[in-house]
């Protein structure tokens, strides 16, 4: 389930709980092979951890490039010719959104890139996404 804001933010309260009226995006496989997207607002919990994403619409952006592999989640944070190939991300190895301007030497960012490629672990991929999941619509 992908989520996106709506322009019109509502906010509703229903006893302690908040929710805010969010565009949700679905995608369904149909007979034929093809795939068919769409978008429905829905109310959203506060609780849910997709109410807290920055910039939900370039979230879900991001989500589709992820799915047609246009990017990656995580990516270097410099282009690096010596590395092994990675597509762009939207984090970079060092938890900085690749939107933003890194404010480290260029020196530093290569050698944590070459970290990043020479010690890759999956896991630690996962815990970066986890840990950065409201940075994920930059």
């Known amino acids: 389930m992908l ?3 709506c322009k019109r933010v509502r906010r509703h ?3 302690q709980k908040k929710y805010e009226i ?3 995006a679905q995608a369904k496989k149909l007979l034929n092979g093809k795939v068919a997207a769409f978008v429905l607002p829905q109310f959203v919990k506060q609780d849910d951890h997709l ?3 920055k910039k ?15 990017k990656t989640w995580i990516g270097y944070a410099i282009t690096e010719k010596n590395l092994p190939a990675l597509r762009k991300g939207i ?5 900085m959104p690749v939107s933003i301007r890194q404010q480290f ?3 530093s960012l290569r050698m944590v890139d070459y970290w990043y490629a020479r010690d890759y672990d999956p896991l630690n991929d996962l815990q970066l996404i986890l840990k950065m999941y409201k940075q994920l619509g930059s």
């Open 51 to 53: 109410f807290f994403v």
């Open 105 to 107: 030497p260029e020196e």
């Open 56 to 70: 939900p619409l370039r979230f879900f952006v991001n989500c589709v490039a992820v799915i047609l592999s246009k």
């Open 3 to 5: 989520v996106a804001r």
């Open 91 to 95: 984090i970079a190895c060092n938890a």
């Open 13 to 15: 309260q229903h006893g």
């Open 22 to 24: 969010k565009l949700v």
